[in-house]
């Protein structure tokens, strides 16, 4: 079984910090892109921050300057560094693996997979 599992979410003042973690655990042989994503209550999930190959960083114009996206390839890991924080940031946060894996039953499998999300919530 692959997981893909978000953390550091939670309650934060208007101009303050957090850093979300997303670890990928499992048969992996391999991870290509990876991306946040985060979706407003009563609105479409959107693109945060994306690391293509070769870890190539994409942002959002709304967070540009403000986060900042990376991945600790060893440990299957990547992580959201967002700083400055507004109440427009309040969303639950996804994290986005393109995933290859292998077991021994189903052979090599290529993925595009998710997690559960964490919570952000920006007060004012």
């Known amino acids: 079984q692959v997981q893909v599992v978000e953390s550091g979410g939670g309650l934060v003042e208007a101009g303050g910090s957090l850093r979300l973690s997303c670890v990928v655990s499992?048969?992996?042989?391999?991870?290509?892109?990876m991306g946040w994503y985060r979706q407003a209550p009563g609105q479409g999930r959107e693109m945060v921050a994306t690391?293509?190959?070769?870890?190539?960083?994409t942002y959002a114009d709304s967070v540009k300057g403000r986060f900042t996206a990376t991945r600790d390839n060893d440990k299957n890991t990547m992580f959201l560094q967002m700083n400055r924080l507004t109440p427009e940031d309040t969303a639950t946060y996804y994290c986005?693996?393109?995933?290859?894996?292998?077991?021994?039953?189903?052979?090599?499998?290529?993925?595009?997979?998710w997690g559960q999300g964490t919570l952000v919530t920006v007060s004012t």
């Open positions: 499992g048969s992996i042989v391999s991870i290509g892109a």
């Open positions: 690391i293509t190959g070769p870890w190539r960083t």
């Open positions: 986005n693996a393109d995933v290859t894996t292998y077991e021994r039953s189903a052979g090599y499998r290529q993925r595009e997979l």
